[in-house]
Structure formats: C-alpha cells, structure tokens
C-alpha cells in the first residue's frame, strides 16, 4: 500500500508522464540510476512502529528538481506536496539535502522510496528501502489447565511481530528449572506432580523488551500419607497425633481407633483438619485412649491410611 493517502497513480504510463513533466525530460529518454556517487544512496531506514522515519537524499548545486516518490505515488516534488498524507513532511530543501519525514510509521508504509534529481537535463535515482518493525505481542495463550497425574498436556503461545519473536517457554514454579522449549508449542507427556506450577511464555524481536504470560498447570493426584507416627503421653496429660498427607485436590481426613470412626466432637477429642494435616488432640490422656489408630486420606483419585499408635510413658 505505500504511505496512505498519496496521489496514486496505477499506470506507469503517467508516472513516467509525470516525472517527464517535472523535469522536463524529453520524450525517449528514460529515468535511470545516475553515478554511483550522485544522488548518494541511502543505507536502509530501520525504525519501530509508531516513530518517525527519516529520508534524506544528497545533493549538490548542479541539481535543478528533486523529487521524492514511494512505489507509484509522488510524495513531494521540490518544494510542492504531492500528497495528501498529513504524516509526510518536508523536512529540508537545501542545496547539499532534500529530506522527508513520515510519522507514526506503520507497517503498511515499508517498502521502497526513491530520491530523483534532475541534473544536466539528466535524471537520476537514488532508492532506500524503508523497513519497519513492530514489538512482539501475544495474541493467543492456552488458558489454565488441571489433569490428573500421567496426562498429556499441550500448551500453546502464538505471537505477533516484526521480525517475527522467539518464543520460548519456562517451567517457573516451583522453581525456575531454565528453558524447556524454543517453539510455539508445549508438549509435556505423562505429566508428573513436580511438573504443576506455572509456566511462562516470553515473546522477544528484541525491539522492545520481551512480552510474557503464564499458564497455570494443575496436576492431581491421589493421597501420599508423608508423616504418621506413633507418641507416647503420660496418664493425664495432653497428647497428639499427627497425620500429614500430601494430595490434589487436598485430602480429607478421618480417623479411626481400631475399627471405629471417631466423631468429631467426641468427648476429650478434638480433630483438626488442614489442606494437608490433620491433629487428633487428647486433652487428658487416660488407659482408654492407648492403642492403634488409623488415619485415612481421600481425594477423588484414591485413598491412602497409616496406623499409628498411642501409648503410655
């Protein structure tokens, strides 16, 4: 498309017309690159979207017209604007420099854009090419996940820029464990419970600072009593049994004493239950309370017990 809004003109047939009109070249005689020297060509112009790019064209006293044009459009002839682009300036019309500015560049105005002089009745070109880049953006993630233990995971983080972004993924918790994919997509098969936690997609061109998000992957699990141990309390005192499980989703907790459950409430006990503990407090330890209990923890995905047992010092 070019820079938008400038006097297009679809058939070489006028662009040459116009061109000859402007500098007064005679029929038959073509626009052609002049000395290597003169107009003196531009390097390429880099800029981000969003700023102001910059052409300039050399020039000497043997120049009489200068134009600047972008693919079929006429920017600017001498001093005249030619288009109708309120983003394109005149930045300077001197004898050593004619210069143009475009602002707030998008990606549509890259492409090229030719300085033609008139000197000696002969035309003569000089091309730059107009590059732009854009800040690397994510524009699709994959949307938090839960799946039990031995699933198959597959994230995705598509992202937009110019040059197109690396994308890179990391495993940052519980610990960062460094990089564990350079690619849009993460495969993670026969996923384990240290593999939970959230994962970071970083986006990077190196225009800007790099973009990230982050995907939360919840791994479930079945219970895995990690603690239970036996205790032994005097006659009289307080006493406490511990039961401690680890679980995704957390477990629930009940506890037996032989072969019967204990209420809640039951006299001279209390059971208090945490996301992953539960305590049996005896408040006055008695003959009675000695003997083997049982802690069972539940989740939807299984169940697990261990026996421990209560006895007098």
């Not at 116009?18 to 073509?30: D, E, K, M, S, T």
């Not at 002049?34 to 052409?55: I, Y």
């Not at 998008?106 to 854009?113: A, F, I, Q």
């Not at 972004?165 to 940052?172: E, S």
């Amino acid at each position: 498309m070019g820079v938008g809004g400038c006097l297009a003109l679809p058939w070489r047939c006028l662009v040459v017309l116009c061109l000859r009109l402007l500098f007064l070249v005679p029929a038959g005689v073509p626009v052609r690159s002049g000395d290597a020297t003169f107009p003196k060509a531009m390097d390429n112009v880099t800029v981000r979207q969003g700023e102001s790019a910059t052409l300039r064209c050399s020039v000497d006293n043997r120049v009489t017209r200068v134009a600047w044009l972008n693919r079929s459009s006429i920017l600017y002839a001498g001093n005249d604007k030619w288009c109708l682009d309120p983003r394109v300036v005149l930045l300077a019309n001197t004898k050593t420099q004619y210069s143009i500015q475009i602002q707030d560049v998008d990606v549509y105005d890259e492409g090229p854009y030719t300085c033609s002089v008139q000197t000696d009745n002969h035309p003569k070109t000089s091309r730059v090419h107009l590059i732009v880049q854009v800040s690397p953006k994510i524009t699709e993630i994959s949307s938090d996940i839960s799946i039990n233990e031995g699933g198959n995971v597959s994230l995705t983080c598509i992202a937009t820029g110019r040059p197109d972004p690396t994308i890179t993924w990391r495993h940052i918790s519980p610990k960062a464990v460094g990089f564990i994919s350079e690619d849009e997509y993460l495969e993670i098969t026969g996923i384990t419970r240290e593999q939970s936690g959230e994962y970071e997609c970083s986006a990077s061109n190196d225009v800007a600072a790099p973009v990230v998000q982050r995907v939360k992957v919840t791994v479930n699990y079945p219970p895995y009593i990690s603690d239970a141990k036996s205790t032994g309390v005097p006659v009289g005192q307080k006493g406490i049994l511990l039961c401690e499980a680890s679980a995704v989703p957390s477990a629930d907790f009940q506890w037996y004493k032989d072969d019967k459950r204990l209420a809640e409430g039951q006299k001279g006990l209390k059971v208090e239950n945490k996301a992953f503990v539960s305590k049996l407090t005896f408040f006055n330890v008695s003959e009675q309370d000695y003997g083997n209990y049982t802690c069972v923890a539940s989740n939807q995905l299984g169940n697990t017990n261990a026996s421990m047992i209560l006895y007098g010092e």
